[in-house]
T-cell receptor, first 114, second 116 residues
């Protein structure tokens, strides 16, 4: 089955700096890579995703890149703000029609210092 | 703005009691997932259903946990008997899965369970 590893587990940046979170996956057939943001006491919320036929996707201050050859994908947050502080989870899912559940990384706790 | 809903939001119970958690998936979604989240284990997949049929419950302790979908608008997760180690936040999520196409998965607000 799929295995997703996420790094770093914690990340502290100054407000205005950029933050990068990296994930690797094991199943070369995976075709969908979402990122979730979870604030304290709240549900995980989908913030951006990328499909295997795309190398990069941007949405305002966040972007995700995918390297299928190396089987890794990354979340980039530019001009970080205190409200970006949260736990971020990457995930991957493959084409196995029988399964199709997301496999999540272990999470990155991002702290943006004002 | 369609959302996954869960009840109860909080549950405190004594060891040995039965706990039932309920989830209403987004209307039209055909796949429902149950996750457990603890500080140590992150997001752990317990079970999931497609078109109300159980697809995988390998992540669930079989002796005390059970999951069902009585109808398309209700999924339940039961723990009987509950134990202190079951204390966690239980999330339900739903998505529309069509063949091999990528799909978006949305989470409910969670049920915070405390077993004393």
């Amino acid at each position: 089955g799929e295995n997703v590893e996420q790094h770093p587990s914690t990340l502290s940046v100054q407000e205005g700096d950029s933050a990068v979170i990296k994930c690797t996956y094991s199943d070369s057939a995976s075709n969908y890579f979402p990122w979730y943001k979870q604030e304290l006491g709240k549900r995980p919320q989908l913030i951006i995703d990328i499909r295997s036929n795309v190398g990069e996707k941007k949405d305002q201050r966040i972007a995700v890149t995918l390297n299928k050859t190396a089987k890794h994908f990354s979340l980039h947050i530019t001009e970080t703000q205190p409200e970006d502080s949260a736990v971020y989870f990457c995930a991957a899912t493959g084409k196995d029609t029988g399964r199709r559940a997301l496999t999540f990384g272990s999470g990155t706790r991002l702290q943006v210092q004002p | 703005d369609a959302r996954v809903t869960q009840t109860p939001r909080h549950k405190v119970t004594e060891m040995g009691q039965e706990v039932t958690m309920r989830c209403q998936p987004i209307l039209g979604h055909n796949t429902v997932f149950w996750y457990r989240q603890t500080m140590m284990q992150g997001l752990e997949l317990l079970a999931y259903f497609r078109n109300r049929a159980p697809l995988d419950d390998s992540g669930m302790p079989k002796d005390r946990f059970s999951a069902e979908m009585p109808d398309a608008t209700l999924a339940t997760l039961k723990i009987q008997p509950s134990e202190p180690r079951d204390s966690a936040v239980y999330f339900c999520a739903s998505g529309l899965v069509l063949g091999q196409e990528p799909y978006e998965q949305y989470f409910g607000p969670g049920t915070r369970l405390t077993v004393t």
